[in-house]
């Protein structure tokens, strides 16, 4: 069950999702009961090098130097972001997901420095749910990142 170019937008989503699937392939398969072992810190271990890449991928075009790159993705990834991501989504989350969700702010308990505890507990959760569905189900993850509101690269 491979991504089409209609879950996304252009060569982003189905380029990044098409590999996303090759690479599942490859995988262990996860029984369901083996996911729900999975602690939430691992999951969002997983969630967090998924949304990374697609936040790069997402601002490969137009081509530019790599300090853009870097100042286009370190906004997106910071917390506060992914805490303003996880509530655009949550509109569109099943019960399950928002379940996860939950896990993975309950989870993050340690006092960040940088921002609020609320703050990267969301962050935790956005990356949760990213690493839940990377596992379990790519096409589903693929639509919510496309819901995601990133600011278009300039051309």
């Given at each position: 069950?491979?991504p089409?170019?209609?879950i996304g937008s252009g ?7 098409k590999?996303t699937s090759?690479?599942?392939?490859s995988?262990?398969v ?8 999975l602690?939430?810190a691992?999951?969002?271990y997983?969630?967090?090098a998924?949304?990374e890449?697609?936040v790069?991928?997402f601002?490969l075009?137009?081509p530019?130097?790599l ?5 286009q993705?370190?906004?997106?990834v910071?917390a506060?972001s992914q805490?303003?991501h ?5 509109p569109?989350l ?11 702010r309950?989870?993050?308990?340690k006092?960040?420095?940088r ?9 935790t959760?956005?990356?949760?749910l990213?690493?839940?569905?990377y596992i379990?189900?790519p096409q589903?993850?693929?639509q919510?990142l496309t819901k995601?509101?990133l600011?278009k690269?300039s051309d």
């Open positions: 069950m491979e089409t170019a209609e060569f982003l989503a189905t380029g990044l999702f590999q090759m690479a599942l392939t995988l262990p996860l029984t369901p009961a083996q996911v729900q072992q602690s939430p691992a999951l969002a997983i969630g967090d998924v949304y890449l697609y790069r991928s601002y075009m137009p530019k130097r300090q853009a790159y870097h100042s993705v370190v906004g997106q910071r506060e805490a303003n996880l509530r655009s989504l949550e569109h099943t019960a399950t997901e928002l379940e996860i969700s939950k896990r993975g309950n989870a993050a308990s006092r960040p420095r921002v609020a505890l609320e703050i990267y507990q969301s962050a959760s956005l990356e949760t990213m690493g839940y569905l379990t189900d589903r993850l693929a919510l995601l509101d600011e690269p």
